[in-house]
């Protein structure tokens, strides 16, 4: 799961040679409504995720395909990063991941250093009452404090990361300096996906997934906490609901359910 701006860009330049090629695709694509901020310097930041159980479909997108939404933080190059969030594969309850890279290298999942004192854990299914609850959503939070960056989930602490996992290899990531908070669909075998978004509905409605009350904690430069809201590919269908400054809502259901297509998209597909 990399979540660089040259994964976008790879997954847009493929689903448009689409257009000329064979559907056929074997590498991950990826497709995003993201909420960001750059240009920071804070110790943390926070965000509710309403936490969705949106349809996967294995047999057309991959054993590996999955549904995400997350917050992420990254140093000013983006060579290092933290991201929390939850994970929907096409055979499991959605479940609380962590994930973090140095010096770009993915360092894979769920790798932080249990908190001993909450049971919740790092890769745990997340609760069945927090699944599809709008009112009360569950908060996430990455932050450094004193020599860690710590993860919590619903208001406890659940794990940390020494800052030596970085300062090993060469590199200084005590700071926040950019932040994004994201819905993901990740296909393995094809750019044309199935699967939902968020919980599939679009933006527009009222009950749609949401990304909000998005905080920074510890700033000491850079414009207050705000979301600049963006959907990749475009022409696609990925809707997003700007809410306030903070708060946004989204939703896809895939290639399946492109009602208006436009000039720059692919049409609906069959085998859904």
Known sequence: MRKKFSALLISLGVIVSLGLASPAFAVMTYHYAIGEQFDLVADGA????????????????GANAHSIAELAVFSADRKNRIEAGWRKSATAAPTFFVYHAVNNVPMGYNLCTDYA??????????????????TTPPRFQIVHS??????????????????????????????????QAYGEYASTTTATPCGDMGDGQDASSGTSA????YSLQGQTA???????????????????????????????????????????????????
């Open 46 to 61: 926070a965000v509710n995720l309403t936490v969705e159980a949106p349809h996967v479909n294995a047999a057309h997108d």
């Open 117 to 134: 004192a909450e049971p919740f854990n790092a890769g745990n299914t997340i609760p069945a009452a927090m699944v599809g609850n709008k």
């Open 146 to 179: 004193g020599t860690n960056w710590w993860i919590a989930f619903n208001a406890k602490w659940v794990c940390h990361f020494p800052d030596t996992v970085w300062t090993s290899a060469g590199q200084t990531f005590t700071k926040v300096n950019q932040v």
């Open 210 to 213: 949401r990304i909000g009350s």
């Open 222 to 272: 850079g414009s207050p906490a705000a979301f600049s809201v963006r959907v990749a590919p475009t022409g696609v269908g990925i809707t997003t609901s700007i809410q306030s400054t903070t708060t946004f809502r989204y939703g896809w259901k895939g290639y399946k359910d492109n009602p208006s297509p436009t000039a720059d998209s692919l049409p609906g597909i069959t085998g859904c």
